[in-house]
């Protein structure tokens, strides 16, 4: 059985969601609230890498929300298929993949000639060795995009 990602798995288990923002949503406390509620003490959120956080306006701990809605403090980070997932989401295609590409024409260039000049022995100055591992930083630049 696969896992849901933390956010959608936590707002599942809890009453009167609503959202506040895109990375923020209220609901009503599954420890200290009654059934028929209508407050939404819990504040909700998601962090930029995917891991949930919340925290109750009235002061219940966090262990005992986590235990009122069945979760371990783990459920809150996202399993690893859903982080590489994130991360191929978040590749370039097409005409970005094309940019990165001609980007790297340059920086590739400035390498070769100076594979090659070292290869023939000569010696390369300190404008040079700059250069070099400028071009050489912004391939691998590329490489991490």
Not at 74 to 96: I, N
């Amino acid at each position: 059985m696969s896992r849901l990602e933390p956010l959608v798995e936590l707002l599942d288990r809890l009453e009167n969601v609503k959202k506040a923002s895109p990375t923020r949503y209220r609901a009503k406390c599954p420890v200290h609230q009654r059934k028929n509620s209508k407050n939404r003490t819990l504040a909700i959120f998601e962090n930029e890498n995917g891991s949930v956080g919340f925290h109750c306006h009235a002061g219940c701990q966090c262990d005992e929300i986590l235990f009122a809605v069945d979760l371990q403090p783990s459920d809150l980070f996202p399993h690893d298929e859903w982080m590489e997932k994130q991360r191929k989401e978040g590749k370039p295609t097409g005409p970005q993949l094309r940019s990165v590409i001609e980007r790297a024409r340059g920086a590739t260039t400035l390498v070769e000639v100076g594979a090659r000049m070292l290869s023939r022995g000569e010696t390369l100055d300190a404008d040079d060795l700059i250069l070099l591992a400028g071009a050489s930083a912004d391939l691998r630049g590329m490489l991490d995009v």
